[in-house]
Every structure is written in C-alpha cells, then in structure tokens.
C-alpha cells in the first residue's frame, strides 16, 4: 500500500524501558545456536560417497540427471542427513506448467524451458532424497572432488548469514524441528552462466520456484518462476487455499513507551495458536533494530526464543501452547525504532514491523498502550479510549477490532478536525513548526522550498472529499473514523482508518493533480486493500491498480478536468511503454520487478493495473448519455460481496461479466494476463453516396500484438457547428477496413481512440 510522491527537496512518573524488559529470563540460544553451527559447518564426506551413472532425482517441474559423477552425502545435522554434493556431468530440466512463467523463462534464459548442463550440484533436503539416492547406489569410502566442498560452501552463501546466524526458513524449521517437512533445495552450477536456485518449499502457497542471483545485490536470491506444486499433472491446491499456517497470534495487548530521547521498549503479548504439533520451533517477523530481551509465558515461566544479530526473524519455542493453544505469550524488547530527522519530524522506521507477527494474514484484535513525551502527539490505528498527562507523559490507549495490521505516527503535530455529514469524522495531524523551520532553513541557504498556506485545509479537503466521493462510487466507508498523519518520508501508506502521507503533499499543493491522486490513492485503500483484501500477490493490481485508478477518478471529479486526466494517464503509458515487450503482466504481482528493473511494479502494478480500470470504465459508459451507472455498480457489487474478505482477479472477471453480459476473459488475457501492447495505424476514406450521405471507410493496421488480439475502441466524429457523434469499433484482425454507419455530412475531424479509452499507441497515416 505504498505510493510514491514527487520529491523536490531530500530529507536528510510510569513505565519505563527497565520496567518493561526486566523479567529475569534472557534467550535459550543452546538449541538454535547447535544446529545452526552444524548446518554451517556442512561438509561432503568422503566415507558416504559413491560413483552415479544415469541417476535421476524428480522434484516437480525440476528434474536433474546425474548422468556420470561423484555423489557425497553431508555431514549430518543432528542425527539426520540433510544434504548431498554431486561434481560431474550431468543436466538440469525445468518446465514451467503456465504461460505467464514460461514469459518469465523468456524473459530471464531466452526459452521457454531450461534444459542445461551442469557441473556441480549441492543439495539441501528434509524428504525423501537420501532414501532414493542410497537405494540408487552403494556408499561407502570414497574419493572426494576437489570441487565438492565448494560446492556447499557456494550454496550456503545464499542461504545462510553468519552475522545474523540467520538461514533459510524452511531448512532451519525441518533441522531446528527434526523433521522431515518435504522441503527440497538446489544450487545448480551450470557448465556456463551464472547459477541457478530450485526449490520446494512447503510453506509457500507456491512451493516450487526457480531463482537466480540478483543483480547488484551480492549473493542474494531473486525469483524467476513461481508455482504451485502439482500445477503440471492438474493436480495443484487452487491458488488462496494455500498451506495451513504454522501459527497464528490472536488477541495482542501492546504497551510501549518512548522516551524523550525517543528510545522505544515495548511488550507484546498475545495468544498463540499452533497448527501442526510437529513443529515446536516457529519463526516471526520483528524489526532487525529491535532486540529482544525476554519472553514469558501466561504461567509465568520463560520461553525459549534466538534472535540473532540484527536478524528480522525472532524464532520461538512454541511447544508449551501444543499442550494448551491459546495459551499467551509475553515478549519483551527494546531499540532503535525511531529519530528525529534534522529537528524537524520522527522518523519510524518500520510502521509494520515494530511488533512480533507471522505472514498469517488473518484478522485479530489489538489494545495498545502507548506511554510518550508530552510533547508529542501520537496517533494509532484503532479506537482512543485514553488520553491522560502525568509528570511531563503522556498515555494513549487505542482498541481495534479484528484487522490485519496495526500502526502508530509520533510527532509535534497540530490537529485539524473535519466534520461533514456524509462521511466519518476526520482528523488530520500536521507537523505545522517543521514546515516552517525547514522553509526558514532554507531561505538561510538561498534555497527555495515553497510552503503553502493553511496547510492543513488543502490536505484535509481531499482526505474528506475523497471519501466522500468513494461512498458515492463504491458504497460506505469501512470505518467509523478516519485519520491523516504526516511522516518524513516520500510516499504514503494506508492502515484500517489512517493513513501516513508524505511530508511533501503538505508542503505545497502542485496544480497539476499530483496530490490529489497521492492522497486520494491512499484513501482509496480503504476500499481497495483493507476493506477488500486480496486473496494473493498474483492480485496485488486489485488493491493498488484499483487506487491509483480511483485517485485519477477522484482529481479529474474534483478538478472538473477531462484534459489534466488524460495527460496523466499520458504520462503513466509513457513509462509502461519505455518496458513494452520487457515486463511482465500484471499476474505476476511483485515478481513483475527484480533487481534489473525494480521500477516495473510501480510501471505495471499500479500505472498499468489503473489503465485496466480506466479502460473498463469507458467499456462500459454509455457514449450516448456518457453515462457511468453500469460501471459504478460493478464497483459498488465487487466492493459489497466481498467486503470484509479477499478478493480475486477471476472473481473480478466475473463480476465485470455479470455487470457487462458478455465474456470477457479475452480482455483478462490480454491486459492482465499478457503483457502486449498495440500500436493503431490508422486511415480514412470518405465516398458520397449516390443519396447524399457520407460513407467513411476506417482502415486499422494493428501492431505489436498476436493475430487474435481484439478490442472496441471509441470514435468521435466532429461536425463542427453541427455536432458530434461517438461510436465503437471492434478491432479484431491484423489489418481491418470498417465501414461506419453512414453519414450525413464528411466529419471536421475524426478521433480514433477517444477518451484515451484504451491503452494504445495511435498513429494516422494516408490511405
């Protein structure tokens, strides 16, 4: 839910954090620390080798041939085996079961398959490989290859962190946990190029991937294709069934405090659900900063926990809740979550990450306490239901109901309040003195930062406008309240009833609709992200296509302005088309970026995802009246049915279907599905008739896409004094001739693709 704003300058008496960490226990390291050792300390060995011939290991689409070579196993992890190392000769086979990932193989190889020699493999494994390869031959003393222990010491570089004592999840779970969990890991060492990364993970909805090393990013993993296992025999998990989750953390109560010099100690706790009894040791997200100091269990005895080195992941015993679930936790932790920036305003630095959580994303309720300096305000997602000073501090207390994420924003902000009949309350904080001192700075430096007046009546107007206007259009705001606050940042994010909007949209105003957009971007995720969610990252474009399109509905409303609409629009095509032919679709979520392009998920997810919506939007207005009614109620009918849930590209379609009356699975395959993009070269001919009337012959030679390419395209006729007219065409052919609907007179001017309706180059050329 971020989004990116345009940048003209660059911003370089009660509990205290003892009472808060101080609980007598400190982290169990012993169990985490051995096995990690022991997975670091992975060596081939030479009295479990054998020669292969012609040995074939299968792992879904992945499949490698051990056609002649030396095979050792690795020392073991525990008392199991948990790898192997094969040098010699030998391929490599990946198939990829979708079109969208065979584009991907396209994309990164140059083929739609993989199919390569290799000369070294290494693998990591919790299934059944070491049974398969001792029934393939007999191991015993053998000789090792000198490139054998390269082999693993290569592999572990990009799975593991010696700083951290961080390791791949789902290896460190089948080893912290002694089982064997399915999971599958290759590093493949290709006779030429760089090396390639398979994988089965269980606990990914799509468990079978394929990776390669990421460009300027020393040895660090990025993904090339991505399915669900299964999804080449028909017999894959429906994509949003996915993996039971390992745990889930129900009910958090959060007490924090933040003193003067912004030091932050907190305790979390909250009830743990486990799933699956086999796994005792599971893994949650903690911001890297942030060290933990003890956790506790609800009878009072330690839990045994490792945290490594500014390491993201806090991993947990969680045997004690497999006796009792819901039984809750308490994890104590202080750090450097927030600073000041040049004096001016707090800096967050992670607004998602500052409390214990998993990937779950099922909805919980939170009560947060706050404890701060009286001199800031602070603002949280949730419900207020305590405001109290004491001795120079003060203390908040927000409730929520169920959601998924939860945030805070700290600053010295002035508060607005908006009330308006047709909208919930709206508050708006607004760091009003740092404006003022960083413009005043700037004026020191014969530097130009612009500051506009009433700040806030500018920033408040769009926040209650918008939401008005999304009542209007997609039905009542899924909150009972609304909040905006301002951070240091240069793009906005949105949480149930707030929203965090860059420090430039405050600064001043552009009057282009840059703002408008920004603000009404993060409004709409109220609808779009948080009111409706999305069931997977394949249908992120739902949540922030969908905003990025409300947004320029709401400026082009607001602004009465046609024109400054389509010149945004204009300007998005121009970065979608600098990528034609390169990017991928809109189905690939975040996986249409890597480290090449990072740019591609703004360019396609947000920019053409919003092009989809516009060209939906005039699909299906009525060029007669201009009326919009029909679409209006497919947004108002997706919205309702699936408010409160998650919500799916196919299940769009078939809203779009129910709301048009056709099919229209042609339009998701091309715009979200495919990546082309047409170019119109278009011609007229003009033949009177032998009646007096007009025929006017459109010629359209269609580039840039396949032969079966199809879409209506709007055309205005000009009569100058005498009127207009607008119709449809349906382009379906390479090169097609259509004649209109006679004429009475030979039109001023025709315009082909009006409306900017579809995302298209157009090009008139002579008959």
């Known amino acids: 839910m971020v989004h990116s704003v345009l940048a003209v300058a660059a911003l370089l008496g009660s509990p205290s954090a003892m009472d808060l960490v101080s609980h007598g226990s400190v982290q169990d390291t012993s169990r985490y620390e051995v096995v990690f050792e022991q997975l670091m300390a992975l060596a081939p060995d030479p009295a479990r080798t054998a020669v292969l011939s012609n040995v074939t290991i299968k792992r879904d689409a992945g499949v490698f041939t051990l056609a002649n070579g030396t095979f050792s196993f690795l020392s073991p992890v525990g008392q199991r085996t948990m790898g192997g190392v094969f040098v010699g000769e030998g391929t490599f086979s990946f198939t990829a079961p979708l079109e969208v990932e065979r584009g991907q193989l396209r994309r990164f190889y140059e083929a739609d398959s993989i199919h390569v020699p290799i000369r070294r493999l290494a693998f990591l494994f919790a299934d059944s490989t070491a049974q398969e390869l001792s029934a393939a031959a007999s191991f015993g003393n053998g000789t090792l290859h000198n490139d054998a222990r390269n082999a693993i010491r290569d592999a572990l570089e990009y799975i593991a962190d010696d700083d951290s004592h961080g390791f791949d999840r789902s290896i460190m779970t089948a080893a912290l946990n002694d089982i064997d969990n399915g999971v599958f890991y290759a590093h493949i060492v290709p006779e030429r190029g760089d090396p390639m990364f398979f994988m089965v993970n269980p606990y990914n909805e799509e468990q079978i991937s394929l990776s390669r090393p990421a460009k300027g990013r020393d040895k660090y993993r990025e993904t090339v294709s991505r399915f669900a296992a299964g999804s080449l025999t028909g017999t894959a998990v429906p994509a949003g069934a996915g993996p039971v989750s390992l745990l889930q953390l129900d009910n958090y109560v959060i ?30 997200d903690l911001f890297y900063e942030l060290e933990v100091d003890s956790a ?8 045994s926990f490792f945290r490594g080195k500014e390491s993201g992941t806090l991993w947990i015993n969680a045997a004690p809740a497999h006796t009792v679930n819901g039984r809750r936790l308490t994890v104590y932790y202080q750090g450097k979550l927030m600073e000041r920036v040049r004096d001016w305003m707090v800096y967050v630095q992670s607004s998602a990450g500052w409390y214990p959580r998993t990937g779950d994303r099922a909805n919980t309720t939170f009560d947060m306490t706050f404890h701060s300096p009286e001199k800031y305000v602070l603002v949280s997602v949730g419900e207020r239901i305590q405001d109290e000073i004491n001795n120079k501090q003060r203390t908040t207390r927000w409730v929520t109901p169920a959601v998924k994420h939860v945030t805070f924003n700290l600053g010295e902000f002035e508060e607005h309040e908006f009330k308006d009949p047709r909208i919930p309350p709206v508050k708006l904080q607004v760091a009003q003195q740092a404006h003022e ?10 530097m130009y930062i612009p500051l506009q007046q009433d700040i806030g009546e500018m920033v408040g107007a769009d926040l209650t406008n918008s939401l008005a206007f999304y009542q209007r259009v997609f039905g009542p705001a899924p909150v009972h309240a609304f909040t905006g606050t301002e951070i240091p940042y240069l793009h906005g994010q949105a949480f149930p ?29 109220q609808w779009w992200g948080i009111g409706v969610d999305v069931e997977t990252y394949h249908d992120r474009w739902l949540s922030e296509g969908m905003s990025d399109f409300a947004g320029l509905w709401y400026m082009e409303t607001i602004r009465m302005d046609r024109e400054m609409y389509e010149k945004r629009l204009n300007e998005m095509k121009e970065d979608i088309l600098e990528r034609r032919d390169k990017a991928g679709p809109i189905w690939l979520g975040d996986r249409v970026s890597n480290s090449e392009y990072p740019e591609d998920y703004q360019n396609i997810i947000y920019k053409k995802g919003a092009w989809v919506m516009h060209m939906l939007r005039f699909l299906m207005r009525d060029l007669d009246t201009m009326d919009e009614a029909t679409f209006v ?24 279907e129910r709301h048009l009356g056709i099919p229209m699975d042609w339009f998701f395959n091309q715009w979200v599905y495919g990546t082309e993009i047409p ?14 009337q007009v025929q006017a012959t459109v010629r359209v030679r269609t580039e840039h896409v396949s032969p079966d ?15 207009w007219a607008r119709l449809r065409i349906l382009i379906e052919e390479p090169e097609a001739e259509i ?19 579809v995302l298209a180059e157009v090009d008139y050329e002579g008959w």
């Open 633 to 656: 109620k497919l947004m108002q009918d997706f919205y309702a049915s699936n408010l409160g849930g998650t919500a799916s590209t196919e299940e769009f379609r078939e809203t779009v």
């Open 497 to 525: 009833g707030l929203v965090l909007l860059s420090w430039v949209t405050f600064q001043w105003t552009t009057d282009k609709g840059y703002d408008d957009i920004f603000r009404a971007h993060e409004v709409a995720h």
């Open 739 to 757: 004649d209109l609907p006679l004429l009475p007179k030979k039109p001023n001017r025709i315009v082909f693709n009006d409306f900017e309706a």
């Open 679 to 692: 170019k119109f070269n278009v011609a007229y001919r003009y033949e009177d008739t032998a009646d007096g």
């Open 437 to 446: 001192s960083m413009t005043g700075q700037a004026a020191l430096n014969d």
């Open 709 to 723: 390419f199809k879409m209506f395209v709007p055309i205005h006729l000009d009569f100058g004094a005498d009127g």
């Open 296 to 303: 506790r269990w609800d009878d009072g005895t330690p839990a």
């Open 255 to 284: 007490e924090s405090t933040i003193e003067d010099n912004l030091d932050f100690s907190a305790s979390a706790e909250f009830a743990v659900e486990v799933a699956d009894a086999d796994h005792h040791w599971v893994a949650l």
